[in-house]
T-cell receptor, first 108, second 113 residues
Framework: GQQLNQSPQSMFIQEGEDVSMNCTSS?????WLWYKQDPGEGPVLLIA?????ELTSNGRLTAQFGITRKDSFLNISASIPSDVGIYVC????????FGAGTRLTVKP | DAGVTQSPTHLIKTRGQQVTLRCSPK?????VSWYQQALGQGPQFIFQ???????QRGNFPDRFSGHQFPNYSSELNVNALLLGDSALYLC????????????FGPGTRLTVL
């Protein structure tokens, strides 16, 4: 099935920097979700978004549901070493579609 | 509160064999979804079970089948294994009223030789 497009594929940043990543689709979704996945582990839900234009925060993480309902954005402020991992977006209509992830590396 | 658990954690099979993977949902959850995740890719939806019935199915062949038990736990069966079936198999549970908020287990790593 059609998967979502995430960018960038990978990021190398310095501790303390802010991070932005996004997820786009040719299809409209009713729900957007952001997960963090460590290698060989299952994804862990970070933020769920239910309405176009919605902006939701979870600590230093902020995600937005795009107005067109075809995209979503995740920002991490003041990154710390434990933010390292793969951030995976998902869109939901009748079933869940996932992106391939953005791999984040944080240098101390 | 136990989260989603899966067994086994790792499995090695040969082509043509059959495999059964198991999942116990998070306490209070009644819906189980299964996903296949190839290396470097996002999870791909296989199917979802609710009230012991397959509720939805992704684009996977009939070699992939499942079952849900009265206690909401679930099994994924794959017959006639192919090399391309090697992947991380993820189980996710949710409540049917908010089935888009899915909580994932740690996965079962299946290797087909």
């Amino acid at each position: 099935g059609q998967q979502l497009n995430q960018s960038p594929q990978s990021m190398f940043i310095q501790e303390g920097e802010d991070v932005s990543m996004n997820c786009t689709s040719s299809s409209i979704f009713n729900t957007w979700l952001w997960y963090k996945q460590d290698p060989g582990e299952g994804p862990v839900l970070l933020i769920a978004l239910y309405k176009a234009g919605e902006l939701t925060s979870n600590g230093r993480l902020t995600a937005q549901f795009g107005i067109t309902r075809k995209d979503s954005f995740l920002n991490i402020s003041a990154s710390i070493p434990s933010d390292v991992g793969i951030y995976v977006c998902a869109g939901h209509n009748n079933d869940m579609r996932f992106g391939a992830g953005t791999r984040l590396t944080v240098k101390p | 509160d136990a989260g989603v658990t899966q067994s086994p954690t790792h499995l090695i099979k040969t082509r043509g064999q059959q495999v059964t993977l198991r999942c116990s949902p998070k306490s209070g959850h009644d819906t189980v979804s299964w996903y296949q995740q190839a290396l470097g890719q996002g999870p791909q939806f296989i199917f979802q079970y609710y009230e012991e019935e397959e509720r939805q199915r992704g684009n996977f062949p009939d070699r992939f089948s499942g079952h849900q038990f009265p206690n909401y736990s679930s099994e994924l069966n794959v017959n006639a294994l192919l090399l391309g079936d090697s992947a991380l198999y993820l189980c996710a549970s949710s409540v049917i009223s908010s089935y888009n908020e899915q909580f994932f287990g740690p996965g079962t790593r299946l290797t087909v030789l």
